[in-house]
C-alpha cells in the first residue's frame, strides 16, 4: 500500500518512535535494521491502519435494540430519545467501548460526530477517552442550534435544543480552542444535519473550521426526505445551497450523500469534498446505497464509516469494506463496477485524506506507523490467492491481531494495553441497563420479537 500499490509477498516493515523507517522485501530489510523487537508476522497482513469516517462512539449502548425503522422514524422514536437520556458518564463509558472496540478491529483514526452531551466538557472528555485508548481523529462536535421550520415539522423533540445558534458556536470554539493543532484528537465543528440545522449556523462552523484549519462535518442527504424536505423550505437542494454560496470546499466532510442528484454530485466532487460512505448502516435503516462510482469520478474523496455501534452492530471495517461492494453492484448490476482493491484504498488511504492525515493510510518510509496486522491463516480464509482479496471478502474484525497507532501498540493479541476491558464491559453493561430503563426502551429488549413492529418505548 506504497504510491505504486505494491504487495510483498514476504515482506517486513521497520518502525522507530512513531514513523515507519523501512519497508520492502524481507531478507532486504532485516538485513538492514537490529530491532530493539521483532514481530512475527508470517501468515498475516501488515496493512495500514483503517480510518472509520463517520462514527458515533457514543451510541455503544444502544447496540442491538433498534432496528425495524427508517431514518426519520429511528431518530424519533429511538435515537433521540437515547441521546436525551445519556447523561455525561454514560457517554464517557460508551465512547471509551466503542473506541477499544474500534482499536480491536484494526482502526487508528476515527472521526467520531458526537452530540450527546454535548457541553465542552463532555465533548472534551470524549476527546480524551479516544486518545487514551491511543486513536487519532477528531470529534466534530454535533450542533443543533436555533430551530428550524424543517426540524418543527421533522418533530425533533425540544430537549434536543440545549443552545442556540450563537452560544453553540461558541461553545464549539472553546472546545476547539482547547484541542490545538498539535492534538492527537481534535475538536471539529459538526453541525447535525445539513436538512434541518440552522443556515447560519453552517456558515459559522464553516467560518470556524477555516479559523482553526480543520475539517467540518455534518450528516448530509442520508434519506430521501432530506433534500426534498430542505427543496420545499427554501427552493433549493442543500449541497446546491452550499455551491452557491462559496461554502463547499476541501473542507467540508459528509456523511452519507445519499440523496444527491447530478448537479450536487458533480459540485461535491468540483470541491473536492469528502463523502463518508456508510453501506451498513445505510442497509439496516433502508436509506439507499450511495453513488460511489459518480462521487468519485467527479474528485470527490470518498471514505468509508460504520456509523457507529448503533446502525449495524459492529465498528467492523472489513464488514464495512464488503457491504460496500455488494451493495454497489446490486445497485448497479455491474459486478466490475468496484474492486476489492477500490474500497481497502477508501478505507485507508483515502480515509486518511478526508481526515485530514494526508501522509497517513500507507506503507511507506516517513510515513506515520498507523499499522493493523491481520491474521489470514484461519480456516475461513483459507486459501489466500491474492491478499487484498482475503482481506475484504473473507477476513474480519476478529482477525486483527495487533493494531499500532503512531507507534504505539494499541491492541495486541486480545487486549488493549492499559485498559481494564472486563471492568470496561461491566460497566458498560450497568449503565446501559440503567439507560434502558430510564429512557423507557424496555420493550425493545424482548428477546424473542413475534411479528415486525414500529418502535415503542414504555411510557
Known amino acids: 500500500m506504497d504510491d505504486g500499490r505494491t504487495v510483498f509477498t514476504v515482506g517486513s516493515v521497520a518502525v522507530d518512535g512513531d514513523r515507519i523507517v523501512d519497508v520492502g522485501p524481507a531478507h532486504e530489510v532485516e538485513a538492514r535494521w537490529r530491532p530493539r523487537r521483532t514481530v512475527d508476522c508470517r501468515g498475516r497482513a501488515v496493512v495500514p491502519g483503517f480510518t472509520d469516517a463517520h462514527t458515533h462512539l457514543f451510541q455503544s449502548l444502544a447496540r442491538?435494540?433498534?432496528d425495524g425503522e427508517p431514518i426519520w422514524p429511528w431518530l424519533n422514536h429511538f435515537m433521540w430519545p437515547y441521546?436525551?437520556?445519556?447523561?455525561?458518564?454514560?457517554?464517557?463509558?460508551?465512547v471509551r467501548l466503542g473506541a477499544v472496540e474500534a482499536a480491536r478491529a484494526g482502526i487508528t483514526t476515527v472521526v467520531d460526530h458526537h452530540y450527546a452531551p454535548s457541553d465542552p466538557e463532555t465533548v472534551l472528555a470524549v476527546?480524551?477517552?479516544?486518545?487514551?485508548?491511543?486513536?487519532?481523529?477528531?470529534?466534530?462536535r454535533g450542533m443543533l442550534g436555533d430551530r428550524t421550520g424543517i426540524a418543527e415539522a421533522r418533530g425533533l423533540p425540544d430537549a434536543l435544543y440545549r443552545y442556540g445558534t450563537a452560544e453553540e458556536l461558541d461553545l464549539t470554539r472553546q472546545?476547539?480552542?482547547?484541542?490545538?493543532?498539535?492534538?492527537?484528537?481534535?475538536?471539529?465543528p459538526g453541525p447535525l444535519n445539513l436538512s434541518y440545522a440552522d443556515r447560519d449556523l453552517v456558515r459559522g462552523a464553516i467560518a470556524l473550521a477555516a479559523e482553526y484549519g480543520t475539517r467540518w462535518h455534518t450528516h448530509c442527504s442520508e434519506g430521501a426526505k432530506d433534500p426534498r424536505s430542505h427543496l420545499d423550505a427554501h427552493g433549493e437542494r442543500p449541497v446546491t445551497w452550499l455551491a452557491r454560496e462559496g461554502l463547499l470546499d476541501g473542507s467540508a466532510t459528509l456523511a452519507h450523500a445519499v440523496w444527491l442528484d447530478e448537479e450536487e454530485t458533480a459540485a461535491v466532487g468540483a470541491?473536492?469534498?469528502?463523502?463518508?460512505h456508510n453501506p451498513c448502516s445505510n442497509a439496516y435503516l433502508a436509506s439507499g446505497t450511495m453513488p460511489w462510482r459518480a462521487l468519485r469520478e467527479a474528485g470527490a474523496v470518498v471514505a468509508l464509516g460504520t456509523d457507529g455501534p448503533a446502525a449495524g452492530g459492529r465498528q467492523d471495517m472489513f464488514e464495512v469494506m464488503k457491504q460496500t461492494l455488494f451493495a454497489q453492484r446490486l445497485a448497479t448490476l455491474d459486478p466490475a463496477g468496484?474492486?476489492?482493491?477500490?474500497?481497502?484504498?477508501?478505507?485507508?488511504?483515502?480515509?486518511?485524506?478526508?481526515?485530514g492525515v494526508p501522509d497517513a493510510g500507507v506503507v511507506r518510509t516517513g510515513a506515520p506507523a498507523d499499522l493493523a496486522v491481520v491474521d489470514l491463516t484461519g480456516v475461513a480464509v483459507q486459501p489466500v490467492h491474492r491478499a487484498v482479496s482475503a482481506l475484504v471478502y473473507s477476513a474480519r474484525a476478529g482477525d486483527v491481531v495487533m493494531t499500532l497507532a503512531g507507534g504505539r501498540v494499541v491492541y495486541e493479541d486480545g487486549h488493549c494495553p492499559g485498559i481494564d476491558e472486563e471492568a470496561l464491559s461491566a460497566h458498560a453493561r450497568e449503565r446501559a441497563h440503567r439507560l434502558v430503563e430510564r429512557a423507557g426502551f424496555g420493550t425493545l429488549t424482548t428477546p424473542w420479537r413475534p411479528t415486525a413492529r414500529r418502535l415503542e418505548r414504555t411510557p
Open 271 to 276: 470541491a473536492g469534498a469528502g463523502v463518508a
Open 338 to 355: 468496484v474492486r476489492c482493491e477500490d474500497v481497502l484504498e477508501a478505507a485507508t488511504r483515502d480515509g486518511a485524506r478526508y481526515a
Open 175 to 188: 472546545c476547539m480552542a482547547a484541542r490545538g493543532p498539535d492534538a492527537r484528537v481534535r475538536v471539529w
Open 127 to 140: 476527546a480524551d477517552a479516544i486518545e487514551e485508548v491511543g486513536l487519532r481523529g477528531a470529534v466534530a
Open 64 to 66: 442491538g435494540i433498534g
Open 83 to 94: 441521546a436525551i437520556h445519556l447523561d455525561a458518564e454514560d457517554a464517557g463509558i460508551a
